[in-house]
């Protein structure tokens, strides 16, 4: 299936459920069949998850709890219905996918909320300016980042992930004609990393990497309040903006009332702390960015597709055991 529907490990550890070949399978059954046909065929394989993941299904009744209770919406409690759906969403979420890969999501099915023009920046940098980081989140859909890339103008953007799978979505994004998009593995940020990202963000390139998930053999989290309760967070993305010494901005694209909402946001102009001062800098940096996505929870509260055990991994030792 993917990834993101786990056990109680840490997320990056699992291998997806499924390969290469089925990706493909998959694809040419939405380009053959159609996804009207195609739906209702992956809806039962969604099923047959939602009945065997256990875990996964008391993670995401977890969120909804949480999420409720720190909102004080009473609709949003849990039940097997809303667990459910959430997984049907997910579902959803993936051939919307494909449909990405496959260019059929054109930007001018995309709402752009942008009231501080984050996008007239992309085209600057486009025609000569440095490139920014977009630090993006599993709620909603980030792959319409490929929109983004339109959206700038035929942008370099550069993706940055930790998990082991890169070469071959690289190759199926290839196969399906997206040359806007490039995924780079990123396992630590070590010297050779942060000279190639430096050059690239002065070719005007951007960056997006995800804010929401601590990498298996990185050390460096924080634990901050989400939704009520204490979550680790990546410190990655931050210190990366700090050496950098760019903006960063937050994107998080969510389907709402049938169409995709991109939503960028200005964070910081220039990522910057005073001398001693970076880890409470980087602290505060990341309890602001996670009091931001809470309140991007409630705009749509079924997509958060963190399927493992997110607030778990806050407890001591849990980087290795989660």
Known sequence: MNEQVVHERHWSTHKERGSLFLMRLTAFGVRVLGRRILTPVLYLIVLYFFVSARTARRNIRQYQSYLAEWSGRSSLNPSLGSVYRQFIAFADNLLDRLDVWRGYLRFEQVQLVDPSGVRSRLIRSHLGGRGEILVVTHLGNPDVCRAMAELGEQVPLN???????????????????????????????????????????????????????????????????????????????????????????????????????????????????????????IQAWIQRYADHLAQQCLMAPRQWFNFYAYWQSAEPGANDAS
Not at 248 to 269: Q, S
Request: charged share 25%.
């Open 159 to 281: 993706v940055l992930v930790h998990n082991r799978h890169v070469a071959q979505f690289n190759r199926l994004l290839g196969e399906a004609g997206d040359k806007s998009m490039r995924l780079i593995q990123v396992s630590e940020l070590d010297t050779a990393m942060m000279m190639d990202l430096s050059q690239r963000i002065e070719r005007g390139e951007w960056l997006a990497i995800a804010g929401d998930r601590v990498p298996l053999h990185d050390g460096r989290r924080v634990v901050v309040d989400f939704l009520g309760h204490a979550a680790a967070f990546p410190q990655g993305p931050w210190l990366m903006a700090g050496l950098l010494r760019c903006p960063v901005n937050l994107l998080c694209c969510l389907k709402v009332d049938g169409r995709y909402r991109i939503i960028l946001d200005p964070f910081l102009d220039k990522a910057q702390w005073e001398r001693g001062k970076r880890d409470a800098t």
